[in-house]
């Protein structure tokens, strides 16, 4: 099969892939984007298993993202009819009865805000409130001034350093870790941390945060899709790649698991971690520009996903467990999947206990730990699926940073999309849009304006 009629060959149809075919697509050239799954989305799709509609993992969308609200502005999709945003936040201790609500929009609802910051102390005490501040003022202060040093400590490093209260530590630090990039204090990088947290201070009354009104491959990817398709891009699902071709040292295109090439002027490899590493190890496994990226290490990451028989919560919105094996969970029955009387998605913390735990196994331990937050899980249980990936993300530990590839690679031909590309916003949907605009820009071989 050959493919010469394209400049661009896109391996991934995630965010970091669709962003990339976006920007290349605006500036006329001809894209063909190819992916393994059935679905487009990468990371942020959803799909039917054995008859339960599931999704990749529990996302929110952040309110002072930038690049991903204008990828989304430019592909005329609104994010307002996409999200429902949420004006609240719950923590929830393991003793089965204290819950506390802290106000996450400024501008929506301030007085929540306010009064979530001052009140809740039988969650976080005035003293223990108080101890955060000079660790907070320290790390944007390190960020700014020598950020590669915030990577030589772990966020549980940093807090002591600066004097955080164990309290603080275990119910605001531990539930900001876990719950938003799977791993506890302890094994989370500062920088991470503080990088992720830094561009809402000056904007943050922009801070909310937005649940998704459908799955994400429904309400946000194949919406993006629509428009490169009446570009002329070409998207081609169930399409593993198989290897990288080269001639002369250049990348000339990709090999199939089913058989025949694809060639193009560029290849974009725009998929996640593991797989980026399976097709460039072959080729430049012996090269140094690869060498640190075959070090970076990776990371697993574990939902499980239940159908309920009614609601588990009054309302769809983010929650935090700490002390618990949940690090974050939502109800999703009002907004991502309204057609099922009850429905919640929990990201499992740490990861690594949960990886190999068969099903029935992991449904027992969260039920019992949702059981001491005080959540009757077992009872309202009809369905479930524990949703697993061994290394799709980057490992967010002390150390990653300096490991993290540019987009723009010295192979000719090759650039590299995806969150664990170097930018600014680490692991996330955000950073995964800018990574994909920077790999276009290695394409053309200058900035978009």
Request: glycine share 10%; net charge negative; with cysteine.
């Amino acid at each position: 099969m050959n493919d010469s009629q394209f400049d661009t060959l896109i391996v991934g149809s995630g965010l970091a892939g669709l962003s990339c075919a976006f920007e290349l697509s605006e500036q006329g050239q001809r894209v063909h984007i190819i992916e393994a799954a059935p679905f487009a989305g990468g990371r942020t799709s959803n799909w039917s298993d054995a008859g339960m509609d599931v999704e990749s993992g529990f996302h929110k969308f952040i309110g002072f993202y930038e690049a991903l609200p204008n990828l989304l502005k430019r592909a005329r999709i609104k994010p307002n009819s996409m999200l429902t945003w949420e004006k609240t936040f719950e923590i929830r201790l393991p003793d089965g009865e204290t819950a506390g609500e802290f106000g996450i929009a400024p501008l929506k609802s301030p007085i929540k805000t306010i009064t979530g910051a001052f009140t809740n102390n039988d969650i976080i005490s005035p003293a223990d409130k108080a101890s955060l501040m000079p660790f907070v003022a320290e790390g944007l202060k390190l960020l700014s001034e020598n950020r590669m040093e915030l990577d030589t400590y772990s966020v549980a490093e940093f807090a002591r350093k600066h004097g955080v209260k164990d309290e603080a530590l275990r119910h605001v630090l531990g539930p900001l870790t876990s719950g938003v990039l799977f791993l506890p204090p302890e094994d989370y990088s500062a920088l991470v941390f503080f990088g992720l947290f830094a561009p809402g201070v000056p904007k943050f009354y922009k801070m909310q945060i937005g649940g998704f009104n459908g799955g994400m491959t429904d309400v946000m990817i194949n919406p993006l899709l629509a428009p490169l398709e009446k570009r002329g891009c070409r998207i081609s699902l169930s399409t593993p790649a198989e290897g990288l071709s080269l001639e002369d040292g250049r990348v000339t295109g990709v090999s199939l698991q089913e058989g025949g090439t694809l060639s193009a002027a560029h290849v974009v490899i725009a998929t996640e971690i593991s797989a980026a590493k399976r097709l460039l190890q072959p080729p430049f496994g012996g090269e140094a520009w690869y060498q640190p990226l075959r070090e970076l290490p990776t990371m697993p990451d574990v939902t499980i996903q239940l159908e309920l028989s009614e609601p588990l919560l009054p309302q769809d919105r983010v929650t935090f467990g700490p002390g618990t094996c949940i690090g974050s969970f939502s109800e999703q029955s009002r907004t991502t999947f309204p057609h099922v009387p009850g429905r919640v998605s929990m990201i499992l913390s740490p990861p690594d206990e949960f990886i190999e735990m068969p099903d029935d196994l992991v449904f027992e331990r969260v039920c019992a730990d949702a059981d001491k937050l005080g959540l009757d899980l077992r009872a309202k249980a009809k369905d479930y699926r524990v949703i697993r990936r061994p290394d799709h993300f980057y490992s967010v530990r002390p150390g990653s940073e300096k490991l993290r590839p540019e987009q723009r690679t010295p192979v000719p031909g090759l650039a590299l999309a995806g969150d664990y590309t170097r930018q600014p916003m680490f692991a996330t949907m955000e950073g995964a849009v800018i990574s994909g605009r920077k790999a276009a820009e290695a394409v053309l071989g200058r900035e978009l304006g």
